[in-house]
């Protein structure tokens, strides 16, 4: 009897034990990261926080990389839904073409919350909030800058971000607005060069070959530091000195770029966050345990970034990417 009555007390105790995991299981979350890929510094850099950021608050995150695809990020989705995760992060490459997947995931009843980036849609109800910047107010502290580093006289030539996404569109709409009033700063080519150092290189080399070696150019606005990158690579083929002879001004904040400021090969840039993830996080536990929406935009900082504080950036940053 006695044994019967002990074997009964531990079968117990691993029920009680059992029950208490699953229950704590239960209250982990699981979220859905469809990531673009990994096609610039920052991105990488978001990547890299936003699964320190889960680790720190106990969250699973699962991340999917759509090599800057859509359709592989629509397919990520597909596969997350059916996981049955308990909500879905997502950067969108471009910003049209959400609605139907975003309508499946709605169903299923998995919140989705945009990162960095944002979509186009009528029904506003397809995503819980978006954690970006304000592309604008970046593109336009850009142009103003530039206006104002320039009296007013500059012939610049721009390399777009990725054709179609949220964040090119707004950057371009931004830095006009910022040089707009001064007839003699013109944007004499612009092309994508899709967020990438490759992107950069290759089409501030056709810029420079239709500019008269580069003669023409007064400077570079790049809609991201990577391609600006690039960019200074050209610049330094083409036997012309960059933040001298053509001035650059960026977005993103990354290391190499306050390191190209520090040795004088960079002019400006404008800081974007990498921690998306962390604030889109705490929406998502709030909203979990009190049903409590975030408002539909969770806006990051922006702030413009020169050579006076590059060393001292550069060494603050450099661990973070
Ligand atoms: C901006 C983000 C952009 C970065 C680029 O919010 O979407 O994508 O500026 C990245 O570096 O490719």
């Known amino acids: 009897m006695h044994l019967k009555k002990l074997m009964t007390t531990a079968a ?13 299981a239960a209250d982990k979350l699981t979220v859905g990261f469809v990531q673009i890929g990994a096609e610039s510094g920052w991105r990488a850099a978001e990547t890299k926080v936003s699964k320190q950021e889960a680790d720190k608050r106990g969250i699973d995150l699962k991340i999917s990389d759509a090599q800057q695809k859509q359709e592989n990020e629509i397919k990520a989705i597909r596969s997350f839904i059916a996981q049955g995760v308990d909500a879905i992060f997502l950067a969108p490459v471009v910003a049209t073409g959400w609605d139907p997947v975003l309508k499946e995931a709605k169903d299923a009843k998995i919140p989705v919350f945009l990162l960095d980036r944002n979509i186009e849609t009528q029904d ?7 954690v970006t910047s304000d592309a604008v107010l970046e593109g336009r502290t850009a ?11 500059c012939n610049i030539v721009e390399l777009q971000g990725t054709v179609g ?9 931004g830095f006009v607005e910022g040089i707009a009033g001064h007839p003699d700063l013109k944007i004499i080519r612009t092309q994508s060069g899709d967020f990438t150092r490759a992107g950069g290189k290759q089409v501030m080399e056709s810029f420079l070959k239709a500019e008269n070696g580069g003669k023409n150019i007064c400077a570079v606005y790049a809609h991201n530091d990577d391609m600006e990158i690039g960019a200074i690579q050209a610049i330094k083929e083409a036997g012309l000195k960059p933040g001298k ?13 306050f390191k190209a400021m520090s040795e004088g090969e960079a002019n400006a840039s404008v800081e974007l966050t990498p921690n998306m993830a962390g604030p889109a996080f705490d929406a998502l536990i709030a909203y979990k345990k009190s049903g409590t929406a975030p408002p539909k935009w969770v806006q990051t900082e922006t702030k ?6 590059a060393t001292a950036e550069y060494t603050r940053r450099k661990d973070l990417y």
């Open 12 to 24: 117990l105790a691993a029920l009680a034990i059992g029950a208490a995991a699953a229950a704590q």
């Open 304 to 309: 413009l970034y020169l050579p006076d504080t």
């Open 143 to 153: 142009g103003q800058w530039l206006a104002k580093q320039t009296n007013g006289k």
């Open 124 to 130: 506003k109800s397809l995503y819980l909030t978006a």
């Open 245 to 257: 002879d053509i001035l650059t001004i960026s977005i993103d904040g990354v290391p190499d770029i």
């Open 165 to 173: 996404a949220s964040v090119a569109l707004d950057r371009q709409k």
